[in-house]
């Protein structure tokens, strides 16, 4: 419904008498149903291309032969319209070597990978776009009033139309076909019933999409998205998901792309709004009359009392799979305690800005896999067996412990607690052997994590605002995934020395922890570490020494990847790190503070290639050389007794007291 088939005919109408021959093979998809259809379409293509001879084709290998054959040495022009299927372009267009020197084919398709997988050059592929808001004001006013362009519809009747099509081409004739000639109240009725239901002549087109999908899990995935995801972040969609079937389904979101239901817009999924509201009726259509016989529920204006319905008695055999209830403004419902308990499909269930009048812990099904309820009043309970959950996100509630019934969640992956309050203690992670995130920022009253953190798929930590935390978990295994440590304003005293097991660390935050005092010479061998700040740590007066000898020119110490160091607000009392030549070969920014000891009179960054600015370089340092710093562009401007032209003469880059280079050329 984009227009792909009405671009192609407008390129065809312009361009086809510039080339021997010719074809237009509209409606592909329903025109090879079998392999006598697609002998059908290679007859059609011969007698368009080279009209006056009938040529016969006995099955559809025999015709891509003769096609091959009798256009070789032609110069044509063929559109192969709506291609949905491999062996469509192997009959009909299989290879460029079988049409003559500067001939074109056209493929339009609702599978992109359809074309790359038949050896497309991506740089060949046209996506198009919906209209811009000029452009569909102009085709829906052609359509609309097409019988009195001087004819004047209320502003906002209008807007509402182009907002329902949302630049859509079909939607736009369609609709300005159906609205033409009638009056205002005429259309704001047709607006009322479009809010709850599509219209079935647009929905019809837009449906093939979907009906075509035949990859497993491919249309429950897409409803999921349609009806509860739209808008949001890639990497969340893909946890829940992959949480509730129980498989990577990376593959299945790349198909829904390829196939335009859905888009990836920067790290969101988003899709067209018309494809979302034909998402939603199908699943409303699944049973319209009891809303326990389908297999999602949302909270939206027409099925709200539907939901309600569904929450506020005692469950009976449903085929819910899903519950999404997210809602705007803060909502009291009354929830039955045993509303899911007989909800054995049941594998998601998101409940936000929802209260539950109940005041009473709800039964959840042990098939469960991905639970939200931020802000709920008492903790749901599990009924007894084996749980399955996944995903458990209970942000700012008021619990004080974690239940221990978790601890029997031994397939949690992902756990959100963050900004409870009033969480004082978490207990043992050795219980959760899958965990990838754990996220606990804000609990302000967090004083004791598990001992130590054996959990070797740690991707996400974020501890940051925890500001009675005053011991970090030893780490007793290599953890691969964990990229970033975010510890901000902790009360911890010392990292402990296993922090060499995080391999893969790439940045390390402790900004404000002020209880700092220790950091292990293990953390030289942090060797992919990139960020690493320690602003405001005021009671560190040492950095570690390392344990390798720094006398020696071929040992490997400090940190090769380190990009940034942020030392400012530190108390150091030496700084023997900084004066190494090999510490730092990556350094792009250094921060120093106006408290690093005097004895600092050289700073040699001599084999900081990268270096491009200094921060903070106290005022009693009265000697710095930076050597070989190509890309040096900043230093303080208010260092005191420095002969920059002693120190800085191969520094490319370099501009003395924060001038730009203009400034360097103007009259004194």
Known sequence: GVGKTTLAKAVYNAVFREFQGSSFLERVRENSKNSNDLVLLQEKLLLEVLPGKSLTVFNASGGSRLIQERLSNKKVLIILDDVDDECQLNALGGDCDWFGKGSRIIITTRNKHLLTSHGVDSNRIYEVKALKDGEAL???????????????????????????????????????????????????????????????KINDVLKVSYDGLEEPYAKDIFLDIACFFKGYERKYIKNVLDSCYGFDTTIVVQVLIERSLISDESV??????????????????????????????????????????????????????????????????????????????LRLLILHNVDNSFQGPIRLPNELRWFEWPNCASIPIFSDG??????????????????KQFQDCKKLKFINFSECEFVFFMPDLSCTPYLEELDLHGCKNLEHLSDVLPCKNLQLLDLHDCPKLRRFPDIPYEIKG???????????????????????????????????????????????????????????????????????????????????????????????????????????????????????????????????????????????????????????????????????????????????????????
């Open 268 to 345: 969101f999924l988003q899709m067209h709004d018309l494809l979302q509201s034909m998402g939603m009726d199908i699943a409303k259509q699944e049973c319209c009359d009891d809303p326990r016989k389908r297999s999602r529920l949302w909270l939206d204006d027409d099925v709200l009392d539907d939901v309600l319905d569904v929450l506020s008695r005692d469950a009976e055999p449903s085929a819910i799979k899903a519950i999404v209830l997210r809602s705007r403004v803060r909502e009291e419902m009354y929830i039955d305690p045993n509303a899911f308990t007989k909800m054995r499909k």
């Open 482 to 668: 964990l990229e970033s440590l975010y510890l901000i304003g902790t009360a911890i005293e010392e990292l402990p020395a296993s922090i060499e097991n995080f391999v893969s660390l790439k940045a390390i935050n402790l900004r404000n922890c002020k209880n700092l005092e220790i950091l292990p010479s293990s953390i030289y061998r942090l060797a992919n570490l990139e960020s690493f700040v320690l602003n405001s740590c005021s009671k560190l007066i040492h950095f570690p020494k390392a344990e390798e000898d720094w006398s020696n020119p071929h040992t490997q110490v400090g940190f090769p990847k380190l990009k940034d160091l942020f030392l400012t607000g530190c108390n150091l009392l030496e700084v023997e790190f900084l004066q190494n030549r090999s510490c730092f070969p990556s350094l792009q920014l250094l921060s120093l503070s106006a408290k690093v000891p005097t004895k600092l009179n050289e700073l040699d960054v001599s084999d900081c290639p990268g270096l491009q600015e200094i921060r903070n370089i106290p005022d009693q340092s009265c000697c710095h050389y930076e050597w070989h710093c190509k890309s040096l562009s900043k230093i303080p401007s208010d260092i005191c007794g420095v002969d920059y032209s002693a120190g800085l003469y191969t520094c490319d880059g370099w501009v003395p007291n924060g001038l730009t280079i203009t400034d360097l050329f103007k009259p004194k």
């Open 138 to 200: 102009e085709l829906f006013r052609r359509h609309a009033f097409l019988r009195n362009p001087q004819m004047e519809m209320r502003g906002n009747l209008v807007d509402s139309v182009l907002r329902y099509a949302s630049g859509l081409p079909l939607a736009l004739k369609v609709l300005g076909s159906f609205l033409c000639g009638r009056g205002e109240h005429e259309w704001e009725s047709t607006l009322e019933i479009l809010a709850n239901s599509p219209h079935k």
């Open 386 to 403: 084996q749980k399955k959950l996944v995903g458990l996100d209970l942000r700012n509630t008021n619990v004080q412990l974690v239940p």
